[in-house]
């Protein structure tokens, strides 16, 4: 169940170019730093990025190669 709104996507988009250039990220909403969770699906790297300030989540992929 979702607690708050979910990011547009605007924000996902700029979220998303942030996290796969290494750029430290805010969320765009509320100004919180993100915090981001890095695992892997075999080959590709996926985030689960997080504010802790306004509750929004985002899972970003990198893209196949």
Known sequence: MRRSAGFSLDDASRIRHMILSDRPSECP???FPLEATV???????IWLVRCHGCGRSL???QPKS
């Open 29 to 31: 909403q509320c100004g």
């Open 59 to 61: 899972v970003v992929q």
């Open 39 to 45: 695992g892997k699906d075999g080959e590709r790297s």
